[in-house]
């Protein structure tokens, strides 16, 4: 079978299509023939060697596969061969086949296709964590970040079909902020602007945003604190935009009621694995119903994996990236 790996970090150009053995699943995983592989920001990241997932050489890419499954191991229990399904964060993926833990797998209704199947492994669960995280109320102002990713067009939508009321979307680019506001964002407001906050205050007045939903950092991290209500909450889930350090929060700026949490899935899945499972059977009917929209921005074969990196390297991608074998 072909996968793509990379034996040295770098550009998007050290990804190489290479033979490989089809991987025998351990106990508990299923082997999957891949259907489609959702492309994640994070494989960009350890791809290019990151210091806070730092990741062994020589690595094929992780990420979300949609796929069928073709054998399961002893203590498979949600899963038969013949089912598809979409998995989460597989070590793996960018491959003919796969292997991924089973426990979290669950057969996918035939009517949803590739690409809000792939949604469905992580994109929409995270989206829908973080909202949880963030404790939105109806009718509380959220501003999300990078609004046009992966995760991103998914938590605008969510956050009005949880009730929000003002949802502020930010994006780089005018084709982003006007997907964004297709999508159901009330204000858009390009954080690229350095005059960005004052677009959000003249949008939502002097209090403030009651969530912001923060997977950028770097500079937008302090001016999003600042725009917080009293008792709003900045959820802090990803540094895309972030050069080095990661940001400091100076504890005096919470004097104004602010709180400041961190989320990542997989400690969501671990710690409230009955909440995160009341949101992907949630979600999956959101999809079904045509009430929560998945957008694919290019679909394109494994050995383009290059190109698929690029394109979010780019920042060009209005939803999902994926490649198919
Ligand atoms: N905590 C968790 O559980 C969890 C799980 C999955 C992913 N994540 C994180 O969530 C974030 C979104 O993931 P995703 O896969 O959906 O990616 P994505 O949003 O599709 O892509 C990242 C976006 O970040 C923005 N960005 C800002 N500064 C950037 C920079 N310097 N370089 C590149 N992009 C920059 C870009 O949007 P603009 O062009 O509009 O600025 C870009 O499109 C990532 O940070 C990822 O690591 C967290």
Redesign the pocket.
């Known amino acids: 079978m072909r996968v793509v790996r990379y034996h040295e970090h770098g550009g998007p150009d050290v990804l190489r299509i290479e033979e490989a053995d089809v991987p025998t699943p351990g106990d508990g995983q299923v082997l999957l023939r891949t259907e489609a592989i959702g492309v994640?920001?994070?494989a960009t990241?350890l791809r290019r060697g990151s210091e806070f997932f730092p990741n062994r050489l020589p690595a094929i890419p992780l990420g979300d596969v949609v796929g069928t499954v073709e054998a399961v191991t002893s203590g498979v229990t949600t899963v038969s061969v013949g089912d598809r399904v979409a998995a989460w964060g597989v070590k793996e993926a960018y491959a003919d086949y796969v292997v991924a833990d089973s426990a979290w797998l669950r057969p996918l209704p035939a009517s949803i296709d590739a690409g809000a199947a792939s949604a469905l492994a992580?994109?929409a669960q995270?989206a829908y964590?973080i909202l949880r995280v963030g404790r939105l109320s109806p009718g509380e102002t959220v501003m999300v970040h990078?609004?046009?990713?992966?995760?991103?067009h998914l938590a605008v939508q969510l956050a009005k079909l949880e009730g929000a009321g003002t949802v502020i979307a930010t994006?780089?680019?005018p084709a982003?902020l006007e997907f964004a506001r297709s999508l159901g964002a009330d204000v858009v407001v390009d954080?690229r602007e350095p005059t960005w906050p004052d677009a959000v205050r003249a949008a939502v007045g002097d209090r403030g945003v009651d969530v912001v939903l923060d997977?950028?950092e770097?500079t937008v991290f302090q001016p999003s604190l600042e725009l917080l209500a009293p008792f709003g909450r900045l959820v802090y889930?990803?540094?895309?935009?972030a050069s080095g350090e990661t940001a400091r929060a100076s504890m005096v700026d919470l004097f104004g009621i602010k709180y400041v949490v961190g989320?990542?899935?997989?400690q969501w899945v671990t710690h409230r694995p009955e909440e995160a499972e009341a949101g992907l059977i949630k979600l999956i009917e959101l999809v079904r119903t045509g009430k929560l929209r998945t957008a694919v921005h290019a679909t394109l074969p494994l050995t383009d994996a290059a190109k698929a990196h690029q394109i979010?390297?780019n920042?060009e991608?209005l939803g999902r990236v994926l490649l198919v074998p």
């Open positions: 994640n920001f994070i990241e992580s994109p995270v964590n990078a609004a046009a990713g992966s995760i991103g994006a780089g680019s982003k954080y997977s950028v770097g889930y990803g540094f895309a935009g989320t990542s899935f997989d979010l390297e920042r991608q």
